[in-house]
């Protein structure tokens, strides 16, 4: 009886064994779904503090600790990016642009001093043709005139 009565007991924590490994396995994968999502809901809290605190500095009301931050933020940016600029060499492409930029300017010089002289030869020829214009409205006048005198001193 001493032997059945251990051997139920075995069999007892065996089973009871079976239940924890299921319930550990169980609450194993409830914990990694929570750690899941408290980091996916811990980044947006962090992404959404960080704008508000961006926008407190930017509008003066955060605390001075932030907005100094932001602005030795934004100096490193400028400076870093004024650095790149003061660094950069002229390479082959800088020549290659600046020879296709005397180009377009030389070519654009071209086409205006082109559309000057095709001005001045519009100019000249109006100018010549409203001369004509005068002496034809002039010498209508005369005729007009001559032909209203004897108009007039025919009707005397």
């Given at each position: 009886?001493?032997?059945?009565?251990?051997?139920?007991?075995?069999?007892?924590?065996?089973?009871?064994?079976?239940?924890?490994?299921?319930?550990?396995?169980?609450?194993?994968?409830?914990?990694?779904?929570?750690?899941?999502?408290?980091?996916?809901?811990?980044?947006?809290?962090?992404?959404?503090?960080?704008?508000?605190?961006k926008?407190?500095?930017?509008?003066?009301?955060?605390?001075?600790?932030?907005?100094?931050?932001?602005?030795?933020?934004?100096?490193?940016?400028?400076?870093?990016?004024?650095?790149?600029?003061?660094?950069?060499?002229?390479?082959?492409?800088?020549?290659?642009?600046?020879?296709?930029?005397n180009?377009?300017?030389?070519?654009?010089?071209?086409?205006?001093?082109?559309?000057?002289?095709?001005?001045?030869?519009?100019?000249?020829?109006?100018?010549?043709?409203?001369?004509?214009a005068?002496?034809?409205?002039?010498?209508?006048?005369?005729?007009?005139?001559?032909?209203?005198?004897?108009?007039?001193?025919?009707?005397?």
């Open positions: 009886m001493t032997y059945s009565r251990a051997l139920d007991t075995l069999e007892q924590t065996r089973k009871d064994a079976v239940v924890i490994r299921e319930t550990i396995a169980s609450t194993r994968g409830k914990l990694t779904t929570a750690t899941l999502k408290s980091d996916s809901l811990l980044q947006s809290l962090t992404a959404r503090a960080t704008a508000l605190e926008l407190k500095a930017k509008l003066g009301i955060g605390s001075s600790t932030l907005k100094a931050f932001v602005v030795l933020i934004d100096n490193e940016i400028v400076e870093e990016d004024n650095s790149l600029l003061q660094e950069d060499e002229l390479d082959e492409l800088d020549e290659e642009f600046e020879r296709m930029k180009s377009k300017l030389q070519t654009q010089k071209l086409q205006i001093m082109e559309e000057i002289a095709l001005a001045e030869n519009k100019l000249t020829e109006t100018t010549g043709a409203l001369k004509k005068e002496e034809q409205v002039l010498m209508s006048m005369t005729v007009m005139d001559m032909i209203v005198m004897i108009m007039f001193s025919m009707c005397r």
